[in-house]
């Protein structure tokens, strides 16, 4: 299987601050790599698929960057609605596998 | 709107199955896949499968080593996934989620507990 893994496991951030997570596969995936929001008890969340593009009614806010095994999600200007934990997902090779999260908490 | 109404918490036995439902509404049901996702507590998301609920072809992942089967019933637009062989590691949210491809997935049910317990 496909291994993901994200970086920082944590951070603790700022409302207006710009934040950067990374994700990383462990063979190369192409773009077929998605992320999710999740807050806590609630289902995930759709943001962005193929890498970089944005699901619909999803704010301009978030992007996505990169190909093959690096990959980055940005959030420009943090808002209170943005604390949550954040996965991304490879979609490249059965059996499709999630990283284990990035929590963004406010600081 | 598109809106996924899955079917309520179940508490089973080891060994067990269990049916959980999935039920879509607010586009055509038969033109979009239905991926199914669960998350055991503290744990990351885990894909388990999906359903092409146009002509009914499946793949499942191979972790669950053939325990889950998915299918679907266009006439009431309703997703299914059976787990049989219930073992405690099996305690988890299980949620449905739409997919406009056999690899995407956009809109997401609010999930089901589904817990192992002797």
């Known amino acids: ?107 | 709107q598109v809106q996924l109404v899955q079917s309520g918490a179940e508490v089973k036995k080891p060994g067990a199955s269990v049916k959980v439902s999935c039920k879509a509404s607010g586009y055509t049901f038969t033109r979009y896949f239905i991926h199914w996702v669960r998350q055991a507590p503290g744990q990351r998301l885990e894909w388990m499968g999906w359903i092409n609920a146009g002509n009914g072809d499946t793949r499942s992942s191979p972790t669950f080593q053939g325990r889950v089967t998915i299918t679907r019933d266009t006439s009431a637009t309703t997703a299914y996934m059976y787990l049989s062989s219930l073992r405690s590691e099996d305690t988890a949210v299980y949620y449905c989620s739409r997919g406009p491809t056999l690899t995407t997935l956009d809109s997401w049910g609010p999930g089901t507990l589904v817990t192992v317990s002797s």
């Open chain 1, 1 to 107: 299987d496909i291994q993901m893994t994200q970086s920082p496991s944590s951070l603790s951030a700022s409302v207006g601050d710009r934040v950067t997570i990374t994700c990383r596969a462990s063979q190369d995936i192409s773009n077929y790599l998605a992320w999710f929001q999740q807050k806590p008890g609630k289902a995930p969340k759709s943001l962005i698929y193929a890498a970089s593009s944005l699901q619909s009614g999803v704010p301009s806010k978030f992007s996505g960057s990169g190909s093959g095994t690096d990959f980055t999600l940005t959030i420009s200007s943090l808002q209170p609605e943005d604390f949550a934990t954040y996965y991304c997902q490879q979609y490249n090779t059965y059996p499709f596998t999630f990283g284990p999260g990035t929590k963004v908490d406010i600081k």
